[in-house]
Nanobody, 121 residues
């Protein structure tokens, strides 16, 4: 069983930036970032297709976050700018073959264990 690994989380002040990474990237799989704050349901953040040609964002992060793949497709990054306290959550990456905002949970075959992002006021 493949285990995805997230990195790059941490503590940052509001208005700051963080860059999350997710690896390894599996052939023909897209990558989706989710987040879950304490007491809240997991929510979709952003996704990128295997080819990199399709990127999708939640309305709450659009224009602040950018998802991308390395040219060798080995790693996916989530660049998070203009961070807000409400972005505080554990961020997870997951792999499936068809990216979208509302794909069924069973489609995500591989998950990471998550990385904590904390944004202070």
């Amino acid at each position: 069983q493949v285990q995805l690994v997230e990195s790059g989380g941490g503590l940052v002040q509001a208005g700051g930036s963080l860059r999350l990474s997710c690896a390894p990237i599996l052939s023909l799989y897209g990558i989706t970032w989710f987040r879950q704050a304490p007491g809240r349901e997991r929510e979709f953040v952003a996704a990128v297709s295997w080819s990199g040609g399709t990127t999708i964002y939640a309305d709450s992060v659009k224009d602040r976050f950018t998802i991308s793949r390395d040219k060798d497709k080995s790693t996916v990054h989530l660049q998070m700018n203009s961070l807000k306290p409400e972005d505080t959550a554990v961020y997870f990456c997951a792999a499936n073959k068809i990216v979208g905002r509302s794909r069924p949970s069973y489609e995500y075959e591989f998950w990471g264990q998550g990385t904590q992002v904390t944004v202070s006021p």
